[in-house]
T-cell receptor, first 113, second 113 residues
Framework: DAGVIQSPRHEVTEMGQEVTLRCKPI?????LFWYRQTMMRGLELLIY????????DSGMPEDRFSAKMPNASFSTLKIQPSEPRDSAVYFC???????????FGQGTRLTVV | AQSVTQPDIHITVSEGASLELRCNYS??????LFWYVQSPGQGLQLLLK??????LVQGIKGFEAEFKRSQSSFNLRKPSVHWSDAAEYFC???????????FGTGTRLKVLA
């Protein structure tokens, strides 16, 4: 996880508010992934980017979710408006080459009340 | 469709005992296989990976895994478990030709002193 820095580590927000999760990958990784982890559904891939371009967003649950990667060293995942069922741990991960391992950040624990 | 199955949700072993965590995958081509460990409040850390070659792979922290194509399995083993090994373990398969990873539901390991 040394290759990925996520912020904040914890976020508590009220239902209906906008939430922005941030990810700063260390350079040299071409692919970036956003995952959501819950007890019920385990690890779900939400979206992934390759060379800053979104490749597959089929895992994004609803239009309330959006992700951007304006450059190779920064990505955001936004939820607007947030709902209690969005409560989960959100992970950012990166990989350098095709079919190599992914390196995970420490995650952001989101609680929507 | 690609899938990963970890049949054991929870496993409890005594410290010093041997450990085997099971992982079965469904994938048409040559799989890229991974084991990750997640400690509480942390991200996923790579333990080991298999891409090709020797079917017995060594990882960090004394773990090893064996790829058995005939059984579609990639079980994780450790000869002597330490209390610090208590964590959740995830098996994952990389989809060839893409950057996507499919994770199993995880096995939570408890170690008795």
């Amino acid at each position: 996880d040394a290759g990925v820095i996520q912020s904040p580590r914890h976020e508590v927000t009220e239902m209906g508010q906008e939430v922005t999760l941030r990810c700063k990958p260390i350079s040299g990784h071409n692919s970036l992934f956003w995952y959501r982890q819950t007890m019920m559904r385990g690890l779900e891939l939400l979206i992934y980017f390759n060379n800053n371009v979104p490749i597959d967003d089929s895992g994004m649950p609803e239009d309330r979710f959006s992700a951007k990667m304006p450059n190779a060293s920064f990505s955001t995942l936004k939820i607007q408006p947030s709902e209690p069922r969005d409560s989960a741990v959100y992970f950012c991960a990166v990989s350098g080459r095709l079919n190599t391992e992914a390196f995970f950040g420490q995650g952001t624990r989101l609680t929507v009340v | 469709a690609q899938s990963v199955t970890q049949p054991d949700i929870h496993i409890t072993v005594s410290e010093g005992a041997s450990l085997e965590l099971r992982c079965n995958y469904s994938y048409g081509a040559t799989p890229y296989l991974f084991w990750y460990v997640q400690s509480p409040g942390q991200g996923l850390q790579l333990l080991l990976k298999y891409f090709s070659g020797d079917t017995l792979v060594q990882g960090i922290k004394g773990f090893e895994a064996e790829f058995k194509r005939s059984q579609s399995s990639f079980n994780l083993r450790k000869p002597s478990v330490h209390w610090s090994d208590a964590a959740e373990y995830f098996c994952a398969v990389g989809a060839e030709g893409t950057y996507k990873y499919i994770f199993g539901t995880g096995t939570r390991l408890k170690v008795l002193a």
